[in-house]
Structure formats: structure tokens, C-alpha cells
């Protein structure tokens, strides 16, 4: 220890022009703003922001330059004979010459900054600064050191054994790039500030040891120095690439149970749910078979968002389709069987650069249809091409669609004050009809019927409820005309019946109407906000109502024939609640039947409201 | 000590000129009985020489008596340094006269010259008597 | 080679690419020994104490210091040995009182007192950083730096380089010091020999990278001698050859009036049937310095001709 410290002595006795360096450096901060006339808090802010830029600035490139030269100068040279003809370890004068290096620039920052520190009263009005920026602060001259001696060692040498250094690292960083990007594409930042620290430490660690090793075996010959240095240097590239592979793998192999649930899509028919949340920091989403347990992972984040893109089942709940990403910007197609047994993923050929704004699966499930930014794709699923493309608007408003049968597609324009409706006729590739419905007025809900001849309009919270002929864009009914509500939902049963669910302070009912828009019934419930469900059974409808907190719901089942309303559930709220717009659900299938559990963590929960038999089928998790 | 010079290119070892250069200095009565000799340590450094050859030197004289050492003191010449046993010095001086002889006649020296050589030499070793 | 033996390599090979600096060297220092490796410059001989010191690996072979491999135990054996460079390498800024207490904190034990009389003797200046001292006080301060830790073991390569008579002497001076106070061993490389002989036990000779002598001195200048002799017979190349057979003769000169030859085995009574011989007329014989001896063996530069 003490040959070191003699070391770092005669280190900082040899080059303590540096400090004096950093003496006139200390002085800019206080000039600049004194040569701009600016005063008073805007000229200490201007100060102290200068102060630490050139602190920085002066400490790191002093860092580098001593790395670069302190050791491998003399070493190249074979001028390292004054300390190895002495009793100094290699160790020893690798710690002392680097440490040396290190403890000037330190000094040297601490001789730029000071002043300006004094000056400010011994305070900072610089934004705050994380808790571990201390400990930063007295690092980094260390690592861009060690670095520095690393990166010297293998360029003085001249030495072919540079190309395969260059080689490892080029193939390394190829290596973390393809892994990052998987992680970039499930917005996992968390994942990837772990993968980056862990590839940063095993670097560092390879370029310390190496150098360490250089000066210990290389001694007076640069080239064994390089020779020595390369293999440690290439364990800590490939290190850092494993472990960030490690991290990358453990994020992609995360699995339902991991799953912190943010939503969920039930197939219309059919056993199988789509899912998605955060599991171990990144977006994440399955296809999961609720009666098997059986699962696939399926769906991917909007770029840049916290926005995911889950599958979109056929009407059998026999076909899931999604988007994968592939690489630059592009996204593909992917569609999946689902049955009893499991489910299989095939990829089509269909690759886009945007995500549509919804994504809808014919019946046979054997073509796809895409909408958003204005236009309409429909996608043949075994060969991936296109059968019809149609652009609807020179806009890039919302759009929504559905297919009604195989052959025809009706796309819905949301507009502001008009809903336009399109109805596509796929082998002929042509819009067959087009219909507007005008005079909406504030923010509006609408909902087809099974048929796709009539559509259901909610307008302004629930202020007016109108029902429309889709061939003609007619008002047939108004349903309700009154106040607004702080709940309202308006669907169609699967036999066309309408059921409106209003709740609020001022009353909550469940209304039903029948297929031409005449009342036929209304239901008090509960004063309270409303979630609507499904059918459990021809008849039988679930809802939910909730006060301000959703962590406190309860669940009701309605008799629709008789009016009456059991109250059959706490903390449970139906997952059907949102897909209410398109084809209206079939009675007693299972996604009738799923729900939400509330409390301090979202999972998912299979209930049967009439027997009361209950399965959870995620515990789900709490995020982060 | 100018009186003792040595040749390094000469073919006879070091050590040996300094001894047989410390016999003549006795001989010659240069060094008296008694006197102090410069240490190893000294000589060697105005010869610059390695002592170790000094000291060889010294303890061959040593051990024919014409030096002594005495202990914490120092070197000295021996008080009588001893004559050589009478056969010891007649061989001695016979070869060293052998030697002489075939250098002077492979020169192509006549006798006379030989010895007017032979005078020179004496006179500069300070033996006192000429020749006879 | 014997514990006996501080510095030692055994068939030491040294290679810079495809060029062989030190081929399949083998010498021993005994301890007590002064030993003088002479060559020419490109001879090996820096390459050599490089691997002595452990501060370059071999290609084949391996170099020993107090009976250890140099490469692994360099650093402890450094507190035994005491080295001065061929070029000096002290950090140019320190001065003369720095370096000494740099030194003086790496060794165990530290002769203080002997190196302020050292660096009285050589006259160093106090307060001068190394860059800015000339090159005898350099080497004079570094020698001082090297003996500071009483060492048992001193190594010197090519000491006298650039230096100045004055600044010979007081180099040579301080050897013998040394040599006398603590019987150090020493390891010297060299071309330059004046002064070298009178000091040196043994003597080695490096000839493009093979140690092509190794030998005590004293025997060396025994058996090494110039014979000069006029041959009436005849003057062919052929007849001389048989008559310096039994001498070894190592380089031969055919001169006007006869030969001039430098043998390596010489003897008294070889000499003497030599004058015997028909024909050989006015033979005589002269001893060499140790640089004629050295000249002879190492050959001039790329073939003979000039003064012998």
C-alpha cells in the first residue's frame, strides 16, 4: 500500500501543471457572465451552470488524457524500467499511476468548482440531483481512467490483435443491439436500464482487469500488454452481452402469473381471453385458454406509448390476429387458431408500418380487416395479400369496423358530429354503401345490432339515445331524451333488444326497450355509477355498479323478464363493461361470465352468477 | 602509490603484478619493515582495481611472511621479510634469466645489448649495486 | 546452476518477430563475481538483462535471479538487486531529494546516511528536477539511487556510456567502493572496456545473439596471445595453416614480412617448438587487452582489412 501511495505522489508531483490548469479554468464561470452584463440571480444561475460544465468538461477530459498517457506511454516506449527495476509490483504501479491519474482530476474538478461553490454561499440552486450523483461524481474519473488506459494499450501497440478487438466489440454490440430491441419493443425501460448497467459493469470490469493484466504481464513489451489485455477485455463484452441476453430472456419469458393485469378482451365465443399488463417491466400480452390454462403470447406495444395492441377475435372465437414487431419499423400480421386443445401461431406475410386503429377477423377466419389513418385493408390470411383496399378518408380520423359475414365489412368513421358508416363489398373491392349519420351532438357511444342494420347512438352523456337504420343514416326512435347522467350505457341484446343502463346520484336505472325502440321495461338499481355486462343466460343480465372507487363494486344480476335485480358479488366488475360498441355479445358464453377482482390488485376471476361458483384465472400482480 | 603500476593487457594476472610489484617495493627497501601498506580498500581504488585481486595479492605475501597482518590495525610490511630458501631463489632467478634470454635472442639481441638493458632495468627497480 | 548463483540464464532465447536477438544463451554470476557480458551494439545484450530482471518473458528458455524465475519473482528480487539503466528513465520532474525518498520508502532497509555521502561525492545538485541534470549526473544519480538499498546483486547496463573521463572514474571508484565494503556481486553489459578489465572476474562475449565466450578473465588473457613470425618457407595459405594448428588461431594476417596471428590456446611449450619449426623465423609473442581479445572474437564490423 505504501509503494502505491509513493506512487500516486510522485504522480501528482509530476503533473500538478494540471491543477494549475484548473486554476484558470475555475475563473470562466466568473467572466463569462460579468462579459455578458447580466446581474443578480440571472448572472449566480448562469455562474453555477458554467461551474459545472466546466467542471465536467475539464475533469473528464483530464481523465482521459492521463489514462490514455500515464501508463502506456512509457510501457510502448519500454521506458516503464525505473519502477520495474525496483521492488514495485505490476499491481502496484497500475493502482498507483491510475489512482494518481484519478485523484488529480478530482483535484482538478474540486479547483474548478470550488469558487464557484463559495461564491454561492456554499449552496447550488441547480436542480436536484439524485442521491447517488455523489457517488457518480467521484466514479466517473475513474472509469473514463481506466478506460482511457484500456482503450491506449490497444491502439499504441499497433498490433493486428486491434481488428479482433474490434471485431468482439462490433459483434457484441450487434449482439445488445437485437437484444434491446426486443426489450424497446415492449417499452421495457426498467429492463433495459438493468441490461445497460449490467453490460456498462461488465465492460468496465474487462477493461480493469485487462489493463491491470497489460501492465502486469505486458511490462516492457506493449504488445504482450495487448495480448494480455484483449482476452479480459473480450470476457467482459461477451459478459455483458450474456448477462443482457439473461435480462432479455428473463422479460421474454415471463408468463401469465407475472402478469400485472391491465386489461382484459374476451374471445365473443369460446374459452379464451386475451390479456395484457406489465410483467417484469415490460408491456406484455398472452392468449390464454381459460378453461385449460393454456397459453400464447400474442400482441406488442405501440411504439413509444404505454399503449398495447391485443389480439381481436373472429366472431367464433376461433381466430386471434395481431401484430408482431419485425425489426425496423415494420409490424406483421400474425393470426392464430384457437381451440380446446391450444393454439398455434402462423405468421402471414402481411407486414405494415403503422398499427391500424382497430383490427377486426371474419367469421371464418380467414381474412382480416384493417382500419385507421383513413383507410380499409382487408388481408387474406393464408396468403397474406391484399383482397381490398379502400381509402375512406384524406384524414387520419378514429376508426372502428366489423365484418358482417365473410364477404362484407362495415368500417365506421367516428367524426365529431357525424358517424360515417361504409360498407365494404370484398370480393368486388368497392364500397357497396355508404351512409352518414348526421346532427350528433357532444361526445357520442354507438353500438351495432347482430344484423348490422341498425346502430344504437348515445349522445352527450347520455342526454339523448337514438336508433338509426344503417342503409339510410334515418333516425327510426329516440329511445330517451333527458338530463345527463354520470354513467350511461346503451348495447343490444343478441335477440335486438336494447337495454339502457344510466346510474348517478340522482337515480340509476336499467331500461329496456324493445328492437324498434318502444320501452318495455325500466329497473331501479342502486344510486351509484354503472358498469354493464352480458347475458348469462337468455334473459339474465349482469352489471355492476360502483361509487367513486372501482375497488369497491358490486355485482347484480338482473332478470330482464321479471325485473328483478339479486345482488350476487363483491369486488367484481364484468370485463364486457368496455366492448360494447360492435356485435353484441352471446348470451351464456364465457366471456359473459368473466370478471374483474377488485382490491389492491386487478386479477381475473371466472364467476357464474347463477350458481355462484367462482375460479380466479390470474391472481394478478401488483405493478413494478 | 606510484612506485606500483599495473598492466591490465599484460597477460600476467593482476594479482600477480601487484605482488610480485610489492616484492620489489620491499626489495628495494621502498617499503620499509614495519611500514604501513595501504589497505586493500585503498590500493584498489588508486589501481582502480577489483579489491578481491588486491586481496589475493596481499594474502599470498601474507602467507610467504612478507606482509603481516595484524588484526584491527592493518597491513604492514613484516619486520624481516624472510629471504627465500637459498634453491628457491637460484631456480627463480635461473628461469627468470631463461626467459630473458630467449626474448633478447628471438629479438636478435647481441649479449651486450642484453645487457645494457638489463643495467637500465635495474637502475629504474632502484636495486641498489650495478652490475656486475 | 548453483544457489551459489545470483544471476543466471539458461538457454535463453529472445525473439522481436523474425529477428533472434539472444539465441540459446547460458551464463551463470557467481556471487562475489564482477562479470562483464561484452558485445557489440545489437549484440543482444540489452535483451538479455531485460529478461534478467524479469521484466521481459523469454521465448524459450529462462532467467534466474538469487536461483527463482525472474519473471515471477521480479519484484521481490528487486529489493535485493540495484539497478542502473542504459538510458536514464527517472521521471524527469522529481528531484535529486524526491527520487531518493521515492526509493527510500520501497526497500526494507535503506542506507541514508551512505547515499548523502554518495551524492555528496558525485555532486548531484540539490533542487533540480532530473530532466534538467546532464547525463553523467544522471547515471551518477541514478547509481546512487541503485546502491541506496545496500543491494546484494547490482546490475549495470552499459554504465559508462556518454560518460566523461572524470565522470568514469568516479563511477569506477564507487564500483570498487562497493566491491570492497560489501563484496556486492555485479553484472555489467558493455562495449566500451576501458577500465572494465582491472575490475572484472569473468567475462562473457555476445556475437549476434550466441554467448560465443564465457570464461574467467584470468584464464582468458592466459591462453589469448599475439604471435608474430616470418615464414621463409614458403608464403601459401596452406603451409601456415599446420604450423599454428595446436594454437587455435583465430585470426590470421598475412603480412609483408610474415604472419601475424591472433591465437586463443596458448602455451609455453607450444611456443617453443613453434620457434623449432623449419622455416618459422623471429617468432614472438605478445599478450592482449581484453579489447583486442574482444575485437578478435567479436570481428570488426562486416569483414577484416584495415590495421590490425
Known amino acids: 500500500m505504501k509503494t502505491v501511495a509513493a506512487i500516486v505522489r510522485t504522480e501528482l508531483l509530476e503533473r500538478r501543471m494540471a491543477l494549475a490548469a484548473a486554476a484558470f479554468a475555475a475563473v470562466m464561470p466568473f467572466l463569462v457572465p460579468l462579459a455578458r452584463g447580466l446581474h443578480g440571480a440571472s448572472a449566480r444561475e448562469a455562474r453555477e451552470s458554467l461551474a459545472f460544465i466546466v467542471t465536467a468538461g475539464f475533469a473528464s477530459v483530464l481523465a482521459l488524457a492521463l489514462g490514455w498517457s500515464a501508463i502506456s506511454r512509457d510501457l510502448a516506449d519500454g521506458r516503464l524500467g525505473f519502477y520495474l527495476s525496483r521492488p514495485i509490483s505490476g499491481a502496484a504501479l497500475w493502482a498507483g499511476k491510475l489512482g494518481g491519474a484519478w485523484i488529480l482530476a478530482l483535484a482538478a474538478a474540486a479547483v474548478v468548482w470550488i469558487p464557484s461553490w463559495i461564491a454561492s454561499g456554499g449552496r447550488t440552486v441547480l436542480v436536484d440531483l439524485p442521491r447517488w450523483s455523489g457517488w457518480a461524481v467521484l466514479a466517473a474519473p ?483 | 602509490m606510484r612506485a606500483l603500476q599495473i598492466d591490465p593487457a599484460d597477460a600476467t594476472p593482476i594479482w600477480a603484478q601487484i605482488e610480485e610489484g610489492m616484492r620489489r617495493l620491499v626489495a628495494s627497501k621502498a617499503l620499509a619493515p614495519g611500514e604501513a601498506v595501504p589497505s586493500v580498500r585503498d590500493l584498489a581504488r588508486d589501481l582502480s582495481v577489483n579489491p578481491a585481486t588486491v586481496a589475493k595479492a596481499y594474502q599470498r605475501l601474507n602467507e610467504a611472511g612478507v606482509f603481516s597482518v595484524r588484526r584491527g590495525d592493518g597491513t604492514y610490511v613484516a619486520d624481516s621479510p624472510p629471504a627465500p630458501p637459498r634453491g628457491e631463489r637460484t631456480r627463480a632467478l635461473r628461469e627468470g634469466a631463461a626467459r630473458y634470454g630467449s626474448l633478447a635472442a628471438t629479438l636478435g639481441a647481441s649479449l651486450d645489448e642484453a645487457r645494457t638493458e638489463l643495467d637500465a632495468a635495474w637502475k629504474e627497480f632502484g636495486v641498489k649495486g650495478g652490475h656486475r | 546452476m548453483s544457489e551459489d548463483s545470483l544471476l543466471s540464464v539458461e538457454n535463453l532465447t529472445v525473439r522481436y518477430g523474425p529477428k533472434i536477438a539472444c539465441d540459446g544463451v547460458s551464463l551463470s554470476v557467481a556471487r562475489g563475481a564482477v562479470y562483464a557480458l561484452l558485445g557489440r551494439n545489437g549484440a543482444g545484450k540489452s535483451s538479455l538483462v531485460h529478461c534478467a530482471l524479469g521484466q521481459r518473458k523469454p521465448d524459450s528458455g529462462r532467467a534466474l535471479l538469487f536461483g527463482e524465475d525472474a519473471w515471477r519473482t521480479r519484484a521481490r528480487a528487486m529489493t535485493r538487486t540495484g539497478v542502473e539503466p542504459e538510458e536514464p528513465d527517472a521521471p524527469p520532474a522529481m528531484t535529486r531529494d524526491a527520487l531518493v525518498d521515492f526509493c527510500r520508502r520501497l526497500y526494507p532497509s535503506w542506507d541514508s546516511a551512505g547515499t548523502r555521502a ?14 534538467a541534470l546532464s547525463k553523467g549526473q544522471k547515471g551518477m544519480l541514478q547509481l546512487a539511487l541503485a546502491l541506496g538499498p545496500a543491494p546484494q546483486l547490482l546490475i549495470l547496463d552499459d554504465p559508462t556510456l556518454g560518460l566523461d573521463p572524470v565522470a568514469r572514474k568516479a563511477l569506477f571508484e564507487e564500483i570498487v567502493g562497493e566491491l570492497a565494503d560489501r563484496g556486492t556481486t555485479i553484472f555489467l553489459t558493455t562495449h566500451d572496456l576501458g577500465g572494465i578489465e582491472a575490475i572484472a572476474t569473468r567475462v562473457g562475449i555476445l556475437k549476434d545473439g550466441r554467448l560465443v565466450l564465457d570464461e574467467d578473465l584470468e584464464t582468458l588473457k592466459g591462453r589469448f596471445r599475439r604471435i608474430r613470425y616470418g615464414n621463409r618457407l614458403t608464403e601459401t595459405r596452406e603451409a601456415f595453416g599446420t604450423e599454428l594448428d595446436a594454437f587455435e588461431a583465430v585470426k590470421v594476417k598475412v603480412r609483408g614480412w610474415g604472419i601475424d596471428a591472433v591465437v586463443s590456446n596458448f602455451d609455453d611449450g607450444a611456443f617453443e617448438r613453434l620457434r623449432q619449426t623449419n622455416g618459422v623465423e623471429d617468432a614472438s609473442t605478445s599478450s592482449m587487452s581484453l579489447e583486442e581479445i574482444f575485437l578478435a572474437i567479436a570481428g570488426e564490423a562486416a569483414g577484416e582489412g584495415g590495421a590490425a
Open chain 3, 118 to 131: 554518495r551524492l555528496d561525492r558525485f555532486g548531484v545538485p540539490a533542487g533540480v528536477p532530473f530532466g
Open chain 1, 142 to 624: 475513474a472509469v473514463l481512467v481506466v478506460l482511457a488506459h484500456a482503450a491506449s494499450i490497444t491502439l499504441r501497440s499497433r498490433s493486428a490483435l486491434l481488428l479482433l478487438d474490434l471485431a468482439v466489440l462490433l459483434l457484441a454490440a450487434g449482439v445488445i443491439f437485437w437484444l434491446a430491441r426486443l426489450l424497446l419493443w415492449r417499452s421495457a425501460w426498467g429492463p433495459l436500464r438493468v441490461g445497460g448497467a449490467v453490460v456498462a459493469a461488465a465492460v468496465l470490469l474487462g477493461a480493469l482487469t485487462g489493463g491491470l493484466a497489460a501492465v502486469t504481464r505486458g511490462r516492457s513489451d506493449i504488445r504482450s500488454a495487448h495480448r494480455a489485455l484483449s482476452p479480459r477485455l473480450w470476457s467482459g463484452l461477451a459478459g455483458g452481452a450474456m448477462g443482457f441476453g439473461a435480462v432479455t430472456l428473463w422479460v421474454l419469458s415471463a408468463g401469465p402469473s407475472d402478469l400485472s393485469l391491465d386489461g382484459a378482451v374476451p374471445a365473443p365465443r369460446g374459452s379464451w381471453v386475451a390479456v395484457a399488463g406489465g410483467a417484469r417491466g415490460a408491456l406484455t400480452g398472452f392468449l390464454i385458454d381459460t378453461a385449460s390454462g393454456r397459453y400464447l403470447r400474442a400482441g406488442s406495444a405501440r411504439p413509444q406509448t404505454k399503449w398495447w395492441e391485443g389480439p381481436s377475435f373472429s366472431a367464433d372465437g376461433a381466430t386471434a390476429a395481431w401484430f408482431e414487431p419485425r425489426g425496423g419499423a415494420a409490424f406483421e400480421l400474425v393470426t392464430a387458431s384457437l381451440s380446446a386443445t391450444g393454439a398455434a401461431a402462423r405468421r402471414t406475410a402481411f407486414e405494415t408500418m403503422s398499427l391500424p386503429d382497430d383490427l377486426a377477423v371474419s367469421p371464418d377466419g380467414k381474412r382480416v380487416a384493417l382500419v385507421g389513418s383513413g383507410r380499409v385493408e382487408v388481408v387474406d390470411v393464408a396468403t397474406g395479400r391484399l383482397l381490398a383496399a379502400e381509402r375512406l378518408s384524406a384524414t387520419y380520423p378514429t376508426m372502428v369496423g366489423a365484418f358482417l359475414g365473410s364477404d362484407r365489412f362495415l368500417a365506421a368513421i367516428w367524426g365529431s358530429d357525424r358517424l360515417e358508416l361504409f360498407e365494404l363489398d370484398v370480393p368486388a373491392r368497392r364500397i357497396a354503401r355508404r351512409t352518414t349519420i348526421l346532427g350528433l351532438e357532444g361526445w357520442y357511444t354507438f353500438a351495432f345490432d347482430a344484423s348490422g342494420e341498425r346502430v344504437l347512438v348515445r349522445e352527450r352523456s347520455g342526454r339523448r339515445l337514438r336508433l338509426f337504420d344503417v342503409r339510410t343514416g334515418n333516425a327510426i326512435a329516440t329511445l330517451t331524451e333527458g338530463p345527463a347522467q354520470n354513467s350511461s350505457w346503451a348495447l343490444f341484446l343478441s335477440d335486438g333488444r336494447i337495454v339502457y343502463l344510466t346510474g348517478g346520484d340522482n337515480g340509476a336505472s336499467l331500461r329496456l326497450f324493445s328492437a324498434d325502440g318502444r320501452p318495455e321495461r325500466s329497473i331501479e338499481i342502486p344510486r351509484r355509477r354503472a358498469l354493464p355486462g352480458g347475458e348469462v343466460a337468455p334473459g339474465k343480465f349482469v352489471f355492476a355498479i360502483w361509487s367513486g372507487d372501482i375497488s369497491e363494486t358490486v355485482l347484480y344480476l338482473a332478470d330482464l323478464d321479471s325485473g328483478d335485480i339479486r345482488r350476487v358479488a363483491d369486488g367484481l366488475y364484468p370485463v364486457l363493461w368496455f366492448a360494447t360498441r360492435l356485435a353484441p355479445v352471446v348470451p351464456g358464453s364465457d366471456a359473459t361470465e368473466l370478471f374483474y377482482s377488485t382490491g389492491d390488485i386487478r386479477g381475473l376471476v371466472r364467476f357464474d352468477p347463477l350458481t355462484g361458483e367462482r375460479r380466479v384465472i390470474l391472481k394478478g400482480r401488483k405493478e413494478g
